[in-house]
């Protein structure tokens, strides 16, 4: 009996079922060999410091993310049958939605990378203004002209205003169409154009945008004072900037791989020294005819994110839409005496000129000839290079030449240097 007293002491309390009744056995000790001492303590279920939170969650959420892990389709029967989506796919959903948080893509292959940037788009990632820029720049990053290769926003002054800091976040960029966007000579879009991240450009539009002779100087201050930005440029469309004059045009001598220029509809009068100029310094000649390469036919949005500029622009367009009477009421301009007045005004023409005007002017356009080897391209050539031997300095001449730096330092005007500062 003593072991058992050591054996209930040091287990605790046992319970026996007896004619389907529950009965203690401590109770039959104490009845035949009287009470347990008082220093058996009871065993406890939990130790001390357990505790027990009861968390009750939405049945509709917990069941909501398992849905979209599988395929649900019909069979020919009529049944609803349901198959299991690829790791894969879960996997880059999972990643689409938090593309922000990605530190870095570079090395990632670009198969999954294209699939990727697909599913970040689908969930309109690129749209938010808290994680489109962010998620743009990483994949501009690591795939340059994959994400974007051409970008025409050719009249869409509202969407550039809306999306500025996406449309900075592109690099790699090779056509690039600004036209009638109005956006002056300190637009902040003007002086990305000149940083690194767009000096892949190749084909530039920026027709009609108020630009002058100021915006011409700063457009092409990097490549001449620091030979960075533009250099690459081989196409410039500068028509309907009537405040560019021939002083601005010699800014243009910089871009030395330059093959075709439109300044139809500038301030620039066509004369013998402009074409002059041009020649000279540029290599271009005048175009008999109108250049294909200036009727923006092929102005189109290529790239992975061809889509995206596409949902930028329906919502720019959904916002702003147009009233459908913009006349005020006649009676009220009858009273005021005002109605002839602004009759006079809607009479008045659009400031975007119509296509039988624009053909009826006259064509300002340059390009670079194409060059064969002939006879005359021969004697060109050995022409230019009796030049070159004339401006040469003469055998035995004292005179040392001047230090390239020295010639920079002449060239630069103190506009050029405040520029320079600048950057």
Same mark, same amino acid.
């Given at each position: 009996?003593?072991?058992?007293?050591?054996?209930?002491?040091?287990?605790?309390?046992?319970?026996?079922?007896?004619?389907?009744?529950?009965?203690?056995?401590?109770?039959?000790?104490?009845?035949?060999?009287?009470?347990?001492?008082?220093?058996?303590?009871?065993?406890?279920?939990?130790?001390?410091?357990? %505790?027990?939170?009861?968390?009750?969650?939405?049945?509709?959420?917990?069941?909501?993310?398992?849905?979209?892990?599988?395929?649900?389709?019909?069979?020919?029967?009529?049944?609803?049958?349901?198959?299991?989506?690829?790791?894969?796919?879960?996997?880059?959903?999972?990643?689409?939605?938090?593309?922000?948080?990605?530190?870095?893509?570079?090395?990632?292959?670009?198969?999954?990378?294209?699939?990727?940037?697909?599913?970040?788009?689908?969930?309109?990632?690129?749209?938010?203004?808290?994680?489109?820029?962010?998620?743009?720049?990483?994949?501009?990053?690591?795939?340059?002209?994959?994400?974007?290769?051409?970008?025409?926003?050719?009249?869409?002054?509202?969407?550039?205003?809306?999306?500025?800091?996406?449309?900075?976040?592109?690099?790699?960029?090779?056509?690039?169409?600004?036209?009638?966007?109005?956006?002056?000579?300190?637009?902040?879009?003007?002086?990305?154009? =000149?940083?690194?991240?767009?000096?892949?450009?190749?084909?530039? %539009?920026?027709?009609?945008?108020?630009?002058?002779?100021?915006?011409?100087?700063?457009?092409?201050?990097?490549?001449?004072?620091?030979?960075?930005?533009?250099?690459?440029?081989?196409?410039?469309?500068?028509?309907?900037?009537?405040?560019?004059?021939?002083?601005?045009?010699?800014?243009?001598?910089?871009?030395?791989?330059?093959? %075709?220029?439109?300044?139809?509809?500038?301030?620039?009068?066509?004369?013998?020294?402009?074409?002059?100029?041009?020649?000279?310094?540029?290599?271009?000649?005048?175009?008999?005819?109108?250049?294909?390469?200036?009727?923006?036919?092929?102005?189109?949005?290529?790239? +992975?994110?061809?889509?995206?500029?596409?949902? +930028?622009?329906?919502?720019?367009?959904?916002?702003?839409?147009?009233?459908?009477?913009?006349?005020?009421?006649?009676?009220?301009?009858?009273?005021?005496?005002?109605?002839?007045?602004?009759?006079?005004?809607?009479? =008045?023409?659009?400031?975007?000129?119509?296509?039988?005007?624009?053909?009826?002017?006259?064509?300002?356009?340059?390009?670079?000839?194409?060059?064969?080897?002939?006879?005359?391209? =021969?004697?060109?050539?050995?022409?230019?290079?009796?030049?070159?031997?004339?401006?040469?300095?003469?055998?035995?001449?004292?005179?040392?030449?001047?230090?390239?730096?020295?010639?920079?330092?002449?060239?630069?005007?103190?506009?050029? +240097?405040?520029?320079?500062?600048?950057?």
């Amino acid at each position: 009996m003593c072991s058992y007293r050591r054996s209930y002491e040091e287990c605790g309390p046992v319970y026996v079922r007896e004619k389907g009744e529950l009965r203690r056995v401590s109770e039959a000790l104490n009845t035949e060999d009287g009470p347990l001492p008082s220093r058996v303590k009871p065993l406890r279920l939990f130790q001390k410091g357990f %505790s027990v939170q009861l968390c009750v969650s939405d049945r509709a959420q917990t069941t909501s993310p398992r849905k979209d892990h599988f395929i649900f389709t019909y069979t020919k029967e009529g049944s609803l049958r349901y198959s299991p989506k690829s790791l894969l796919n879960i996997a880059l959903k999972f990643i689409a939605e938090n593309v922000q948080h990605i530190d870095s893509l570079i090395g990632f292959p670009e198969q999954m990378a294209e699939r990727l940037f697909t599913a970040a788009e689908e969930k309109h990632t690129f749209s938010d203004p808290k994680t489109g820029v962010k998620a743009l720049q990483t994949f501009s990053e690591a795939y340059g002209n994959l994400v974007l290769n051409s970008l025409c926003l050719r009249s869409r002054f509202l969407l550039v205003s809306e999306k500025l800091e996406e449309i900075k976040a592109f690099s790699g960029l090779r056509s690039l169409d600004l036209s009638c966007c109005k956006l002056g000579d300190d637009h902040e879009l003007l002086e990305h154009l =000149t940083s690194e991240a767009l000096s892949s450009l190749v084909h530039l %539009s920026l027709g009609d945008n108020c630009l002058s002779d100021s915006g011409l100087r700063k457009l092409t201050a990097p490549v001449r004072v620091m030979k960075r930005g533009l250099g690459n440029l081989q196409r410039l469309d500068l028509s309907c900037n009537p405040m560019i004059c021939a002083h601005g045009i010699g800014y243009l001598s910089c871009f030395s791989k330059l093959q %075709s220029l439109d300044l139809s509809a500038t301030g620039v009068k066509l004369n013998d020294s402009l074409i002059r100029m041009l020649k000279d310094k540029v290599g271009l000649i005048r175009a008999d005819h109108p250049l294909e390469d200036f009727s923006h036919l092929n102005c189109k949005t290529e790239g +992975w994110a061809e889509q995206v500029i596409h949902q +930028w622009d329906s919502l720019t367009s959904e916002t702003t839409k147009p009233k459908t009477n913009l006349q005020p009421r006649t009676n009220a301009l009858r009273f005021y005496g005002k109605e002839r007045c602004l009759r006079e005004v809607y009479k =008045t023409p659009s400031l975007q000129l119509s296509k039988e005007e624009s053909k009826s002017r006259e064509k300002l356009q340059f390009h670079k000839p194409h060059q064969t080897l002939t006879a005359g391209n =021969t004697d060109s050539v050995s022409h230019i290079h009796k030049k070159r031997v004339l401006v040469s300095p003469q055998e035995g001449s004292s005179e040392p030449m001047p230090a390239p730096k020295r010639q920079c330092a002449a060239q630069l005007s103190p506009e050029d +240097w405040d520029i320079l500062n600048s950057y």
